[in-house]
């Protein structure tokens, strides 16, 4: 139950993170990647922010505690190479986020403001995700 409310209070946060810095709004994350036309920068502080508060508590928390609060370990990622999935992956990735502006997080948060464009992102994600669980058995 705890890690449930967990959570909940994250996911929270975030969709708060999100709502006030606006960055569930796709036309902010298309004037960020307007680069010749009317870009906006805003995109970059807030992934400046995140980066600054994130990166100094990842290292100070794995160096100090062996197992997270409520999991039995950490999970991080051990594969390191760079191949062409990767590189695809990212590719489809920056194309549909460039198209619609939204990337699964922010669509997720914006879902509560009941947008059909909403409705159809997260449709489409989560048909997509499914693809690719039953294309990976």
Known sequence: MIKL???LLSG???????????????ERVQGFLDLFGNWDPAL?????GALAIAVPCFQIILSKRHTPLLAKRFYLPLNKAIDKDLILGAILFGMGWA??????????????????????????MLIGAKAHQLQNK
């Open 99 to 124: 198209i619609v502006g939204y990337c699964p997080g922010p669509a997720l948060a914006a879902i509560g403001y009941g947008y059909t464009d909403v409705f159809i992102f997260v449709a489409a």
């Open 12 to 26: 929270l946060l975030f969709g708060a993170g999100l709502a006030a810095s606006d960055m569930n709004n796709p």
């Open 5 to 7: 409310f967990i959570a």
């Open 44 to 48: 970059m502080f807030v992934m400046g």
